[in-house]
């Protein structure tokens, strides 16, 4: 097999496709340098003194962890000096961060979630980076929070890595959606999947079934009939898997097909959901429709939804297009 790396990659589909302009390759190539700095933090677990707690919360009142904070950093100051970037936002940070000297000339806005499935980090679990990558508003002067409330559909590149038995870099740019495995020794990125596609129909689910008893009545239906199995009302079995870390179950979904949900439940009816539409659902609903997939928050697309805040949460149902077609149409009815 040809190898092709991340680079030759990103020029090539430039000159076929003319969808990535020189800058935005720059852009996506840091931040995949960055994530394999991460990469390498991970892999050191106890000798790198990269496990446990740091000690303190972010802006959603979680605790952090020492890895969540450490590849906030990294992606902070890869992209500081290396992108053409406007302003970053993170999953960790209360408020952006706007790059000083680089507005207005920067082009992009860079979002990140820089470590996902941090519950995982200290059992040696697969965990990940997610960033989706939005243009700065025409004639935008210092960026604001507003610069970045833009819906799904207008991001210009999504990704995310998991570092996991291998590491891999799963992007798109708005032509499909293609993963690059990390070698190791060489230290570079080898294209190993093209144009990467979701079965419209599956039988695996993955939902956190602890819950179930807060569960709102179409979640419940749709979760119950998959569990009848052959004698129920969808005649099929079923099997189920939760990692919780949505990159690993994003990543098995984009292989095998499958579905995805964190609905929004009664624990607090306030709180539409626990992941961030920003930083989680965003982008991998972009992967996961450029990947022949669907993505909604139960009542709508995910790309359509309007942002009002940057940490805003979503219930988040993606994955074979079927299947989220049905869950929501239950919530319809
Ligand atoms: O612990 P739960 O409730 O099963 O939630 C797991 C979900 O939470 C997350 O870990 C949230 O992301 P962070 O780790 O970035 O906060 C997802 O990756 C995962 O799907
Ligand atoms: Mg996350
Ligand atoms: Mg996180």
Not at 129 to 134: A, G, K, R, Y
Request: hydrophobic residues 35%; contains cysteine.
């Amino acid at each position: 097999m040809k190898r092709v790396s991340l680079t030759q990659y990103l020029v090539e589909e430039q000159r076929l496709n003319n969808s990535i302009p020189a800058e935005l390759r720059l852009l996506i190539e840091v931040v995949a340098r960055a994530c394999k700095t991460i990469s390498h933090a991970v892999g050191k677990g106890a000798l790198g003194e990269v496990l446990g707690t740091a000690g303190s919360e972010n802006i959603q009142g979680e605790v952090q962890k020492k890895l969540d904070i450490l590849s906030n950093e990294i992606l902070l100051e890869a992209n500081e000096w290396g992108g053409h970037l406007a302003a970053m936002a993170s999953e960790e940070m209360e408020s952006i961060h706007p790059i000083p000297n680089r507005y207005p000339q920067g082009e992009y806005m860079l979002l990140f979630d820089p470590l996902d499935g941090s519950s995982n980090i200290d059992v040696n679990v697969s965990i990940g980076t997610i960033f989706s990558v939005l243009k700065a508003p025409e004639g935008m002067g210092k960026p604001t929070e507003q610069d970045f409330l833009q819906p799904g559909s207008k991001q210009v590149a999504a990704g995310y890595a998991v570092y996991g038995p291998q590491t891999v870099l799963v992007l798109t740019t708005g032509n499909g959606v293609n993963c690059f495995t990390l070698d190791r020794e060489m230290g570079s990125w080898v294209l190993t999947q093209r144009n990467m596609q979701i079965p419209e129909d599956t039988k695996e689910f993955a939902i956190n079934a602890s819950n179930t008893r807060h569960w709102y009545p179409p979640v419940t239906r749709y979760v119950d009939e998959m569990l009848a199995g052959g004698t129920g009302p969808r005649g099929k079995e079923f099997n189920m898997r939760w990692i919780a870390s949505m990159v690993a179950d994003v990543h098995r979904i984009l292989n095998r097909g499958g579905i995805f949900m964190y609905p929004a439940d009664k624990r607090e009816p306030d709180k539409a959901g626990k992941l961030r539409l920003m930083y989680e659902a965003n982008p991998m609903s972009f992967i996961v429709e450029q990947a022949g997939g669907a993505s909604t928050d139960g009542k709508q697309r995910m790309l359509d939804i309007q942002p009002e805040k940057l940490h805003q949460r979503v219930a988040v149902f993606l994955g074979s297009k079927n299947e989220v077609e049905r869950v929501t149409q239950y919530h319809q009815e």
